[in-house]
């Protein structure tokens, strides 16, 4: 019905899904993809504070992230700031205060218990 080399490829990937089951059943941890991702990314976090219609860099990225977390929305709206290139904005429409961050900065933020969204 199924050809040998069907046979052996199925058998030797239920082999390596058993062993990483196995592996599993004794609580032994293995590297995620998101941090081998997140290790090839080289890109520094940026976060930029937008007001009265001009851009300032903010090196306190964990401030940053604190207020854009308390802001209504982020939303991605990719732009160059300064030759700088930013994903994501997160405004508060009444205080015309936004917070712009670059994908590395808003994954950073997202990890932090201060963002609720």
């Known amino acids: 019905m ?17 062993l990483f089951l196995l592996l ?5 941890s293995t590297p995620s993809v998101g941090a081998a991702i997140g290790f090839l990314d080289q890109e520094e976090p940026f ?12 090196n306190d990225l ?13 939303e991605f709206d990719e732009k160059n700031i300064d030759g700088t290139r930013v994903d994501w904005a997160c405004r508060n429409t009444p205080t015309g205060i936004s917070y712009n961050l670059n994908n590395k900065a808003y994954q950073y933020c997202r990890t932090l218990d201060v963002w609720r969204k």
């Open 62 to 74: 964990d401030r940053c992230c604190l207020e854009a977390s308390n802001q209504l929305v982020c």
């Open 24 to 28: 599993n059943l004794f609580n032994f």
């Open 47 to 58: 976060c930029f504070v937008q007001s009265q219609g001009g851009f300032t860099s903010w």
């Open 2 to 18: 199924f050809s040998k080399r069907v046979l052996v490829i199925a058998n030797f990937s239920l082999g390596i899904i058993s």
